[in-house]
């Protein structure tokens, strides 16, 4: 697991990064018909994570499941960029924005430039 999750998980789930929060549920029945590799499912009671997708095939699977779900269960607190750009509601650690950059000032000089240093000269010529 790459980071803590930020809610609280089921224990009837296998940990990973990929977890279903726990007393969310409303007996969908859904992540075991899209993903019945991933899920299983606890007879009129709940489904929960069997095992954590590893290949693209599956994560794609899990990443299908977070975008069918009803309640909001099913959550990701890995670092995986694919899965953080599919599902980023369903996130728990997305990635910090850059600092922006601050738009640029101007201020007006006294120094001569070389216009005014031009315009002196003639004026004197
Ligand atoms: S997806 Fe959520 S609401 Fe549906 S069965 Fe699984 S835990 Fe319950």
């Known amino acids: 697991m790459s980071n803590p999750p930020k809610f609280t998980p089921?224990?009837?789930?296998?940990?990973?990064?990929?977890?279903?929060?726990?007393?969310?549920?409303l007996a969908c029945g859904i992540p075991?018909?899209?993903?019945?590799?991933?899920?299983?499912?606890?007879?009129?009671k709940k489904c929960y994570w069997k095992r954590q997708p590893e290949t693209d095939e599956?994560?794609?699977?899990?990443?299908?499941?977070?975008?069918?779900?009803e309640s909001d269960c099913h959550r990701y607190c890995g670092n995986d960029p694919r899965i953080l750009s599919s599902v980023p509601e369903f996130c728990d650690y997305l990635p910090s924005k850059p600092a922006p950059v601050p738009d640029p000032t101007f201020h007006l000089t006294e120094q001569p430039?070389?216009?005014?240093?031009?315009?002196?000269?003639?004026?004197?010529?």
Do not use: K, N
Request: proline letters at 6%; hydrophobic letters at 50%.
């Open 10 to 25: 089921d224990l009837d789930s296998v940990p990973g990064d990929f977890y279903a929060r726990a007393d969310e549920c």
């Open 58 to 69: 599956e994560i794609a699977l899990a990443i299908r499941v977070l975008q069918s779900q």
């Open 32 to 44: 075991p018909h899209i993903a019945p590799s991933l899920f299983g499912w606890i007879e009129e």
């Open 113 to 125: 430039t070389f216009i005014s240093r031009l315009l002196a000269w003639l004026r004197r010529a």
